[in-house]
């Protein structure tokens, strides 16, 4: 229809650049449209009392507007308006054909794969057209980019599709060939995330049209993919960990289905789960345990529904590193009550966390528990880094805090910022507003904002419930289920006591609520992320009512400190910590290792000399450097290439001279044949956009003769210019048509023909 209307393509107009060819001067244009608006606007204002008594001001300014507008079309017309246009040279420039081989065109649709229809479509003229006037040069487009001689080449049997990357390729190998257009056959089935800014960039910069012909269905009829598993890569051993698995399905919505996590086929965990709405995202929580130290290989799978299409994107792996370290954390309790009573009995119980504490008698005096040496904490609360930085965590209860010097408490806060450690503040007597903490350096630290006054602690039962984020945190699950879960918090016993706290700080989470006898909703329990750290409040001291006021085989009150205290030293780095972005490599090679390493003092450590020693599948064992990055001090990084499929092993060792500053241990697996399983379907939008981006076009297999009428206008390549005349396109005449009509229709109703 546009192009009826308008002589050519939409894309034509996108390209090419509006000019007046008539000998006139543009600003005359202006004047003569102005002084062609005066003239009729006086002349119609004369004659307005003749027309007709009724045509009132906007009757009028409406009958002024028309004629204007139809003078001022037939004035441009005189200018001659005119279109011009980059057109590739023709047999001067190569058009590059990038045909998608990877597995996902191997599926079959109306009783032909996708890569038959290719091949079809090319054989059809499409190749024999756009040959008839360019050198055309044809590639295969998959996990790399391949130069082929003829179509019989194409299999689709290649592993993944990397669009951007072998785009990217593309335009350093063609750096000095007039490369006129890309034509791009695909399903649009990425599996390295997209196209990203950098090569779109290079494309648009060397104005090079990127046209896109699409294949495949854009949503299957009956089909549950899951999309992604986020689950923590490092836990304790014995932890309880949540994975949030992100599935999204056509066909089955309001449908019951089973979703299950195994470790070797033995089940960890299974849920049932309802499905939304059909081609909609939805996030579903699912716990298990970690179990023993140690590397595990997860499975997440949905099960198979009835009439489902795609079975081979059902499941997806994830690994776990199981760590068998026993963090320490130091808890100081400014005065002997049942909290620290209670505490300490919950946590003696968890094996994996080692518990040390100090417990100040009376002014002067400290009673240790949970040593290591007799020399441990003999001087009372650590003064020096190396004593405080060896703890993982620190939980103080109910201690004022001016007890600490200014030196102690800036200790505190390099202990959460700068070590990476958990900071626990308990509710209590001398604690949070009534000890002090809103006026001291490590304000800062805390979740929530403190009351200015005292008196902020009541000895009065308060009940607790479970704010909108914990229903999905670790910390608050006392029963699996989560709406049992909210109802177990609900009906908790009263805490012994309460302390007020003001709102959470932006960025902070609350988990859990009190409910004083007042009715008022006060923050009990909330956390925040700080530095490298992390940070949380407990506003009372009262809990230990949740082990005396419900029976001996209870276990809510462990469960909960448990949680909590795991929390608190999850994540904290060691002088050498290392990772992966992605520890699931799904039909790729490269790996990319990173390691912080920082010195006694957790300050980075820019001048440390480190090493990956690696070992993998049929006895392999390899070793490079990690290089230092200039911008990051302490940061160091290398790419390395897992060539088979299996588990991996990563040993990052630092030194620092001949002396060994630590060493961390890094998991990672290689998996082939598995990305081509996902987003099988066709990805319209990323064709769409990256036709768009590049000033090509998308264009469905039924529309691509079309191509070759519109892949000449180009700007990249062996150019010239065209003018196209636009005076006398069917626009124009049903526009002057129109506006004509219009006034005489609206004359007409108004009387005044």
Not at 46 to 73: D, E, H, M, P
Not at 210 to 239: C, K, N, T, W, Y
Not at 371 to 377: D, G, H, W
Not at 715 to 724: F, H, M, P, R, S
Request: hydrophobic share 45%.
């Amino acid at each position: 229809m546009f192009e009826a209307l308008f002589g050519f393509p939409f894309s034509l107009y996108r390209k090419g650049e509006l000019v007046l060819l008539g000998p006139y001067p543009r600003w005359l244009l202006a004047v003569a449209i102005l002084a062609a608006a005066l003239l009729l606007g006086a002349a119609i204002w004369r004659q307005r009392s003749k027309l007709a008594s009724g045509l009132t001001r906007w009757r009028t300014a409406t009958v002024w507007l028309l004629q204007v507008c139809l003078i001022a079309i037939l004035l441009i017309l005189l200018w001659q308006p005119a279109l011009r246009v980059s057109v590739l040279k023709p047999q001067q420039n190569v058009i590059a054909l990038l045909v998608d081989d990877s597995g996902s065109m191997a599926i079959e649709e109306q009783g032909e794969t996708r890569l038959a229809h290719v091949v079809r479509l090319l054989n059809d003229g499409l190749l024999e057209g756009l040959a008839k006037n360019f050198q055309v040069r044809l590639y295969r487009l998959s996990d790399r980019l391949e130069r082929i001689e003829n179509v019989g080449q194409l299999g689709a049997a290649r592993p993944a599709t990397r669009i951007g990357e072998s785009l990217r390729e593309l335009t350093r190998e063609a750096a000095n060939l007039p490369l006129g257009a890309v034509v791009l056959l695909s399903d649009g089935a990425d599996n390295s995330g997209g196209i990203d800014l950098t090569t779109l960039a290079e494309i648009r910069r060397r104005r090079l049209p990127v046209h896109a012909i699409g294949f495949g269905r854009e949503r299957f009829a009956q089909d549950i993919e899951m999309s992604d598993v986020r689950v923590p890569e490092r836990a304790l051993a014995g932890a309880r960990l949540a994975a949030a698995v992100t599935l999204r399905q056509s066909g089955y919505a309001g449908k019951k289905a089973r979703l299950s996590v195994r470790e070797g086929g033995r089940p960890l965990a299974a849920k049932e789960i309802v499905l939304g709405e059909a081609g909609s995202q939805q996030t579903d929580i699912v716990l298990f345990h970690a179990g023993e130290a140690g590397v595990r290989t997860l499975e997440f799978a949905i099960e198979a529904l009835a009439g489902e299409e795609n079975l081979r994107n059902n499941a997806l792996l994830r690994l776990v590193q199981v760590e068998a370290s026993r963090p320490r954390v130091l808890y100081f309790e400014g005065e002997p009550r049942w909290e620290y009573k209670f505490i300490r009995r919950a946590l003696a119980e968890d094996p994996v966390v080692e518990l040390v504490s100090l417990l100040r008698t009376t002014q002067n005096k400290l009673y240790r528990q949970g040593l290591n040496s007799p020399e441990e904490l003999a001087d009372g609360f650590p003064g020096r880094v190396e004593e405080l930085f060896g703890y993982q965590a620190l939980i103080l209860g109910s201690v004022e805090a001016g007890y600490f010097t200014p030196a102690q408490q800036e200790l505190i806060r390099q202990f959460v910022d700068r070590r990476g450690g958990g900071i626990l503040f308990l509710g209590g007597r001398a604690a949070l507003a009534d000890g002090g903490w809103a006026a001291s350096p490590l304000a800062e630290l805390l979740p929530v904002t403190l009351p200015a006054q005292k008196n902020t602690f009541h000895r009065d039962q308060a009940g607790v419930e479970l704010a909108p984020a914990g229903r999905d945190s670790l910390i608050t699950r006392l029963v699996e289920d989560a709406g049992d879960n909210a109802k177990r918090w609900s009906a908790l016993p009263r805490l012994a006591d309460y302390q007020e706290t003001a709102a959470p700080k932006p960025g902070a989470t609350v988990l859990a609520l009190l409910r004083t006898p007042a009715g008022r909703s006060l923050p009990l329990l909330v956390t925040q992320n700080y530095g490298r750290g992390r940070s949380a409040v407990f506003a009372t001291g009262g809990s230990w009512r949740w082990q005396m006021q419900q029976e001996v085989a209870d276990q809510t009150h462990e469960i909960f400190w448990q949680q909590l205290v795991r929390w608190l030293v999850g994540g904290t780095p060691s002088l050498v910590s290392g990772s992966t972005p992605r520890p699931v490599l799904a039909d790729e090679s490269l790996v990319r290792l990173e390691a912080v390493v920082r010195d006694r003092t957790y300050l980075p450590a820019a001048d440390a000399r480190v090493e990956a020693r690696l070992m993998g599948p049929a006895g392999l064992t390899d070793a490079i450097e990690l290089a230092p990055d200039p911008l990051e001090p302490g940061t160091y990084r290398a790419e390395w290439r897992a060539e088979r499929p299996g588990a991996y092993l990563a040993e990052i060792v630092a030194f620092r001279g001949a002396e060994e500053v630590g060493r961390d241990t890094i998991a990672f697996r290689r998996e082939d044949g598995v990305a081509e399983n996902f987003r099988a379907e066709q990805n319209r939008e990323l064709l769409e956009k990256l036709a768009e981006q590049t000033g090509g076009g998308y264009y469905r297999p039924e529309q691509a003769r079309r191509l070759l009428d519109e892949i000449v206008y180009s700007e990249a390549g062996i150019t010239v210019q065209e003018t196209k005349q636009l005076w006398n396109l069917p626009a124009v005449f049903l526009a002057l048509l129109a506006l004509k009509s219009a006034e005489w229709f609206l004359r007409r109703r108004w009387g005044v023909v």
